[in-house]
């Protein structure tokens, strides 16, 4: 069979501005929360060189020319614009990107750019970060600094990437910065964000931004392990706190019902200020960024403390095909999210801002990457983005995550996810297999699958 797509579809792939550009004191950068983080006693890598896209950010664009791709997805990093979080402009850091920007339009790939990736600058957490209401308005003052550098120039826009991962790991598990487990706290740093959120859309509007504006989540897809009951309301549970909660307000201005309530009795939190839910309400986004990687199946957990994330239990499914890294590979979760989300909240164009597989690939002895296992990962992604665009679900774009191997935030460089690989002694780059295949494919645009 052969599966086409529409002739103006956003083939492209993606990185974050830690995870790539190394650098981090060059031109005037100040510290951020990841720079802080992989400083701290007894790290055993850090982002302080990276693959330093800052600068050979030209012989990338170069490869992703080669790879045929019509879009780069990138992340600017707030420190490097504004060292503090706030005050001066730092001009060389603002030209890099402006460098980045216009070497992507020469190429004719399509930038968009993402406003927040994680890297928070470390003067604002200092005041507590996202927790700390006040800290709002600098992000909105960054934007407009951004919004009105790039007028014109760039399309697309998202606010912030993977909420649910920041507050999640940050707040509750205490595996990224800042080191919290409150329950609390987590709930009220995800207000923050969709309130960060909501007023930077609401500034591109006033602002008359040419383009579209949107936020790039990370939901998952949640199958209960049984038929049972109580399984099945152990997946409910699951999907409120890893996906409903972070969709609902996006698309609705709302949280979910059950969660919410069960988060006031339990944490008071989150608090609310008059006026905030209109916000949320008011600020439509253009599309809706989706990064998939995976599933989880859920049982319920008779052992719970009765905190909310662990009134259910993650189960690994027999048969099931997982990574190194315990993460399934389900790729028809991809539909099943995008058609759920669909079904709950109605029609919305979606790009999917993120998909790609971790594998520790394996050297030729030429040094070249014949990494089949991420091609064919690849391919069965695409094939569901075709089952949506058929079934009336509005896909724009792919990103494959990522464009060129990086820090993965806590599992090192071992993991690899490019379509690029780095060896990592010298910084030479060169186009793996998974790469060679993504440039045919975008070129014919069509796929043909049995
Ligand atoms: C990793 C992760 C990341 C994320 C990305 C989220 O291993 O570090 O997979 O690379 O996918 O930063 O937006």
Redesign the pocket.
Known sequence: MKLEFPKDFLWGSAT?SY?VEGAVHQDGKGITSWDEYYHMPNREYNGDISTDHYNRFKEDIKLMKQINQKTYRFSVSWARILPNGKGEINKKGLQFYDDLVEELLENNIEPNLTLY??DMPQTLMETGGWLNRENISHFENYAKILFSHFRGRVKLWSTI??PA?EVIEGYIQGTHPPLRKNYSEALQVAHHFNLAHAKVVKLFKEMNMEGKIGI?L?PLPIHPASDKEEDKVAAEKAYAFHSDWYIAPIMAGKYPEKMFKECQRKYKSPRIQPGDMELLRDAKVDYLGI?Y?MRKVVAHNPDSTGNIDDTFKYVRVKDGNYTDWGWEIYPEGLYELLSKIQDDYGEIDFYIT?NGM?FYDKEQENGEIIDNDRLDYIKQHIIQVHRCLKDGISVKGYYV??AID?L????GFE?R?GLIKVDFKTLERSIKKSGVWYAKFIADNFMECN
Do not use: V
Not at 408 to 411: I, L
């Open positions: 974050a995870q990736h994680w990437n993977e991962s790039a990370n990064n990687y993120e971790g995550w990522s990086l993965s935030w806590t599992s993991k996810y």
